[in-house]
C-alpha cells in the first residue's frame, strides 16, 4: 500500500536551497516520488511512498524547526501516482503575485463539521478559490466559480466582485487548504471581514465527512496520475486530454478548450502542486 501524503506550511525559511538539497537527498533514499516546493515563505508538498518511507520524511520535517507540527494529509493508492520527483525553490509556495501577503492575519479555519453547518446559513456566499477547470469536475453545493485560470488571477475577481461580497459571510475553500490561506490573508489585509476558510481544505472535509457526497457534486481534481477522487478518497475512472492535458471525465466531457475528445493511454501528466 503506498500512502499519498498533501501538506504545506507558511513559515519564514532563511535558506530554503538548503532545506531543498536536504529533502531531495531524503526522498531520493526511500523512493519517494512527488513535488515539493520551499521558499522564503514556506513549504507546499504532495508526496507518495511506502509506509516506511513516508515515516522518514514526516519525522525528518517534523523536526525541522520551521515545518515542527505541519498539518500532514493522507490518503491511500496501490501505486504512487507520481512518475517522477521534483524538489524546487520557488519566489512563491503559491503563487498570487499579490506582493508581500501578512499570512498571521488569514481568516479563521473551521472545522469540516462547521463548515458544512455554515454552508446553510443565510446571508452566506461560497467561493471556489481554484481554477475554472477544477470547479467543474466538482465542488460543494451553491459554491461560486470565479472563472479563473490561475490562482493569481483571484486577487482581480475579488477587487470586481468586492461590492457584492462584503456585506455577506464568507465561505472559502480550496484543495487542500494552502490558496485560501493565503487568499483570506490577503482579503483580510484590504479590508473584508466576514471570511472564513474550510480547515485543511476539500480533502480534509472528505477524509472527515462520511457522507461528503451530500453536500460536494462531481469529484476532486487532484495534482498527481490519479486525475480526479471520490468523496472517499479512491481514484476515479477519469483520463487526460492528450493534447492539453486538461481532465477529461468518465463520462467523456473534456475540460479543456482545445477541441481534442481524444485522451491518453497512460493517464500521465504533469506532476505539480
Given at each position: 500500500?503506498?500512502?499519498?501524503?498533501?501538506?504545506?506550511?507558511?513559515?519564514?525559511?532563511?535558506?530554503?536551497?538548503?532545506?531543498?538539497?536536504?529533502?531531495?537527498?531524503?526522498?531520493?533514499?526511500?523512493?519517494?516520488?512527488?513535488?515539493?516546493?520551499?521558499?522564503?515563505?514556506?513549504?507546499?508538498?504532495?508526496?507518495?511512498?511506502?509506509?516506511?518511507?513516508?515515516?522518514?520524511?514526516?519525522?525528518?520535517l517534523d523536526a525541522m524547526p520551521e515545518f515542527t507540527g505541519t498539518q500532514i494529509k493522507r490518503s491511500y493508492t496501490e501505486v504512487i501516482?507520481?512518475?517522477?520527483?521534483?524538489?524546487?525553490?520557488?519566489?512563491?509556495?503559491?503563487?498570487?503575485?499579490?506582493?508581500?501577503?501578512?499570512?498571521?492575519?488569514?481568516?479563521?479555519?473551521?472545522?469540516p463539521e462547521d463548515f458544512r453547518a455554515a454552508l446553510d446559513e443565510p446571508n452566506t456566499v461560497v467561493i471556489d478559490t481554484r481554477n475554472d477547470f477544477e470547479f467543474r469536475v466538482g465542488t460543494f453545493r451553491g459554491a461560486i466559480n470565479p472563472g479563473t485560470t490561475a490562482f493569481h488571477e483571484f486577487v482581480d475577481y475579488l477587487e470586481t466582485h468586492r461590492g457584492e461580497l462584503e456585506n455577506?459571510?464568507?465561505?472559502?475553500?480550496?484543495?487542500?487548504?494552502?490558496?485560501?490561506?493565503?487568499?483570506?490573508?490577503?482579503?483580510?489585509?484590504?479590508?473584508?471581514?466576514?471570511?472564513?476558510?474550510?480547515?485543511?481544505?476539500?480533502?480534509?472535509?472528505?477524509?472527515?465527512?462520511?457522507?461528503?457526497?451530500?453536500?460536494?457534486?462531481?469529484?476532486?481534481?487532484?495534482?498527481?496520475?490519479?486525475?480526479?477522487?471520490k468523496t472517499d478518497l479512491t481514484p476515479s475512472t477519469a483520463d487526460r486530454c492528450v493534447t492539453c492535458g486538461a481532465p477529461v471525465l468518465a463520462s467523456g466531457e473534456a475540460l479543456c478548450g482545445c477541441g481534442n475528445s481524444s485522451v491518453s493511454s497512460g493517464r500521465s501528466g504533469e506532476d505539480r502542486i
Open positions: 500500500m503506498i500512502v499519498n501524503l498533501a501538506f504545506y506550511r507558511f513559515s519564514a525559511v532563511s535558506d530554503p536551497d538548503a532545506y531543498a538539497n536536504e529533502l531531495q537527498s531524503l526522498c531520493e533514499a526511500h523512493g519517494i516520488r512527488g513535488s515539493v516546493i520551499l521558499a522564503h515563505e514556506g513549504i507546499n508538498g504532495m508526496l507518495a511512498g511506502t509506509e516506511e518511507a513516508v515515516a522518514a520524511f514526516c519525522e525528518r501516482p507520481f512518475k517522477r520527483l521534483q524538489v524546487k525553490v520557488k519566489p512563491e509556495i503559491v503563487t498570487l503575485r499579490a506582493g508581500e501577503v501578512p499570512i498571521e492575519k488569514t481568516a479563521p479555519h473551521l472545522a455577506s459571510k464568507i465561505l472559502m475553500f480550496c484543495t487542500g487548504g494552502i490558496r485560501c490561506e493565503k487568499a483570506t490573508a490577503w482579503m483580510i489585509d484590504h479590508g473584508f471581514e466576514d471570511v472564513y476558510q474550510l480547515d485543511g481544505g476539500v480533502l480534509n472535509y472528505f477524509e472527515r465527512i462520511p457522507d461528503a457526497d451530500k453536500d460536494w457534486s462531481g469529484e476532486l481534481f487532484v495534482f498527481d496520475e490519479r486525475i480526479t477522487v
